[in-house]
């Protein structure tokens, strides 16, 4: 499950891809406006974004760039919009876009497009049931770490949530996220069990420098998983 967010003026255009999206297993935060997607953005992280191009207050092409200069590059874009002018379509992706789609656009051509994009940004993460960090080896078949070549028990939700971390390696994670795609929701009660489960992750995997990961808070934001170099052994 990815955490998506889409940018359409149109609701009945948001609506439709929200209930692709949903009906695939992903979470879906639908803005109509630019300036409200700009300000998540500075507080939250997605996994993908969905953007339309004409819009009141800032057209497409500018929030992109705002994501290119402020956001972490890897954050894949799709646009998905009514302009179909070959110079519009050059213009977006020589800009930064990854894909770009013209409406009408149907379910089934939306979800393969999203996935394939997807599968492309975050490789290994869904296709491989083995994947290998470094001395941190998941098996997602059977849920379970092992650690220098020793399993660490480890909960369903303690599991979910690492491969989480590892997915996003040296990328900061918002609470919001975290919460969302971990636990399906972002109540106070859920918030302090999200850091229940980092202190017990940051314990049982040994997540500090001298073991090659840290995994550090950032202050009013979240979390994030960093790779430390130059290891002594």
Avoid at 8 to 17: L, P, Y
Avoid at 52 to 71: F, I, K, S, T, Y
Avoid at 72 to 93: C, K, N, Y
Avoid at 174 to 182: F, G, M, Q, T
Wanted: with cysteine; aromatic share 8%.
């Amino acid at each position: 499950m990815k955490r998506i967010a889409i940018l359409d003026d149109d609701v009945a255009q948001c609506d439709f891809i929200r209930q692709t999206l949903t009906d695939a297993g992903h979470s879906c935060h639908v803005f109509t406006k630019s300036a409200d997607l700009i300000q998540q953005l500075r507080r939250e992280t997605f996994d993908l974004l969905v953007l339309d191009w004409g819009l009141p207050d800032m057209d497409g092409a500018e929030v992109l760039q705002w994501v290119r200069q402020h956001l972490h590059a890897r954050l894949p874009v799709i646009f998905m919009t009514a302009r179909s002018d070959e110079a519009g379509i050059a213009q977006i992706l020589n800009s930064g876009a990854d894909d770009y789609m013209v409406k009408p656009v149907h379910a089934p051509v939306l979800l393969a497009r999203v996935n394939a994009l997807l599968r492309r940004v975050y490789a290994g993460g869904e296709a491989s049931s083995r994947k290998a960090f470094g001395s941190y080896l998941f098996d997602r078949k059977n849920s379970c770490i092992t650690v220098k070549g020793q399993p660490v028990p480890l909960t369903q939700k303690e599991f979910d949530l690492a491969l989480l971390l590892f997915q996003h390696l040296g990328q900061p994670l918002s609470r919001a996220h975290i919460l969302d795609v971990i636990w399906k929701q972002t109540d106070d009660s859920s918030s302090r069990t999200m850091d229940t489960h980092i202190s017990m992750l940051r314990s049982k995997l040994g997540l500090r420098a001298e073991n090659g990961y840290r995994l550090v808070p950032i202050y009013g934001y979240g979390y994030r998983l960093e790779q430390v170099e130059d290891v002594i052994s």
